[in-house]
């Protein structure tokens, strides 16, 4: 072959893998855009996410201002400590609540409810409910007779829900028993708060927070067919369904939890008598459980509203 037949071969070789190398190096470069690009689109769909998940959970203008006011700290224990340690003599002179509280109702024939070896106690409500609220502090005073709470949270119900409809008794002053625990050597007690204070914007609903066990909502829909709140059950022998008494005498925004606290221990206030007649009415049904135990809360004036449950 000759020199220049070589030389030919030689430079049209070196052509083919200069082009082949720069094949490769575009190749190279399309797979490093594509996976940037990849890593790019994965970022973005990362950020909506985040946006969108945001955007539905955030919270209500309307809502942010529920809870307003509420006590904290010092004084949350200051209001506690007075309604969880209310007189005898001061729930005793409410008797029967002045003829404005409905008393439990008995359901015969259901098997007893117990938790831990003793009567339970099942609270089933929502943080947005005006009657649930004004049912708190009534619950707040008797179980108080048999135990101690801690944990208890205040805040307001809702003032409207998502779709702008507003509540009744809107603001009212009140606890939350989420995120609380409660100890008694004679009764368990368990709080359910199915939803918060929290509109879903747009919706009659509020934000979810506690649920219920199986065997919880059995009892709940079994004694409470139509789910109405607040649902009281001590031990499947009586029931409390919705307020025993009107949440509007509690005035909404217009009264704080110090006010209502105050009142609850003056024996002739209208609310006092609302309030404790009410606690008295769930002591009694309470004591009917334990064999009027203890003698401190199942005093006389209490077993002789027990007839009448």
Not at 38 to 67: E, F, R, Y
Request: charged share 15%; net charge positive; glycine share 8%.
């Amino acid at each position: 072959m000759g020199k220049a037949s070589r030389t030919k071969q030689d430079s049209s070789r070196r052509e083919k893998i200069a082009a082949q190398r720069q094949a490769e190096r575009r190749a190279e470069r399309r797979t490093r855009l594509m996976i940037a690009g990849g890593a790019l689109v994965a970022v973005i769909a990362i950020v909506v996410a985040i946006v969108v998940i945001n955007a539905n959970h955030k919270t209500p203008a309307s809502s942010s201002s529920a809870n307003s006011g509420a006590p904290t700290g010092a004084a949350l224990t200051s209001v506690l400590s007075k309604v969880t340690s209310v007189p005898s003599a001061v729930t005793d002179a409410a008797g029967n609540g002045g003829g404005a509280v409905t008393p439990p109702k008995t359901v015969p024939g259901n098997p007893p409810l117990t938790a831990n070896g003793h009567p339970e106690v099942l609270y089933v409500g929502a943080e947005y409910c005006p009657y649930c609220a004004a049912e708190r502090w009534a619950m707040m005073v008797a179980l108080s007779k048999f135990g101690t709470f801690s944990g208890v949270s205040a805040i307001r119900s809702a003032a409207a829900n998502g779709q702008g409809t507003a509540e009744p008794a809107p603001n009212t002053a009140t606890f939350s028993f989420h995120g609380s625990t409660y100890t008694s050597n004679y009764i368990t007690f368990t709080p359910r708060e199915l939803e918060t204070n929290q509109p879903i914007q747009g919706q009659a609903n509020y934000t979810a927070l506690d649920t219920l066990s199986s065997d919880q909502n059995s009892v709940f829909t079994k004694l409470n067919p139509n789910g109405y709140f607040p649902f009281v059950d001590f031990g499947n022998q009586y029931t409390i369904i919705g307020a025993s008494y009107d949440p509007t005498i509690l005035k909404g925004t217009a009264m704080t939890w110090d006010q209502i606290a105050a009142a609850v221990t003056q024996p002739n206030s209208q609310i006092g008598i609302a309030i404790n007649g009410t606690a008295n009415y769930m002591t009694a049904a309470i004591c009917k459980l334990t064999n009027n135990q203890p003698a401190a809360a199942c005093t006389s004036t209490v077993q002789g509203l027990e007839s009448k449950i």
